[in-house]
């Protein structure tokens, strides 16, 4: 009599190297293992015939990785139906003016444009540096202690002998510490939402100057 035993063993190891295929699609692999199980099974040695529970592992193998699949591709359609229904919800946020994460501020007409900040938990000394396009520190702005949310900074486009900087792009940075600690402090800028876009983060808007933000990241809208 023929032996089967390597023909077994080599449909169930065909069967868990088709379960393991990320590229096999759900019908794939159904179809794969019912061709597999049906080659098994007439090649089966009548006097060592396949296991149940082995029949019972791969059937719920198999059933396992098809209900993933088919959910993936579900939870997939789904995002893309929320991505897309924030989109249009976010273009509502066009010609407002937000307040998102950013360290750029420029001076027009000697009038600097609106900063902010925010602070995770409550700081006790916060201190705000503007520096110019050489990294050379301008103004430095002691808010002192402050609780936690978001603040405005106010600059008033001077420097620290109190003579107006000249027009132009500027930058800055924020530190906050409690008890000597930061407490990680978000540089915040203002803008006008000039378009909505997305990418693989999400929904973006766009305040102008090439600068973007996740629309997640808006802390205040005017």
Known sequence: MTTTSSVNGTTTSGINDTL???????????????????????????LNPLDNSQLTSQLAQISTVSG????????????????????MDSAALIGRTVMVPGKLVSVEGGVPGKIGLDLPSTADAV????????????????MKGQTAGVHDIAWDGKNNAGVAVADGDYTFKVTATANGASVQPVALVYGKVQSISGDSTGVLVDIGDG??????DVRRII
């Open 211 to 216: 600068q973007t933000a996740n629309v997640d």
């Open 20 to 46: 393991k295929s990320s590229s096999s699609s759900a019908a794939e692999l159904q179809n794969n293992f019912l061709k597999m199980l049906v080659t098994q099974l007439n090649n089966q040695d009548p």
């Open 68 to 87: 993933m699949q088919t959910m993936n591709a579900t939870l997939s359609q789904l995002l893309g139906q929320v991505s897309a229904s924030r989109a």
């Open 127 to 142: 201190t705000v540096d503007v520096l110019d396009n050489n990294g050379n520190v301008v103004r430095t702005i002691d």
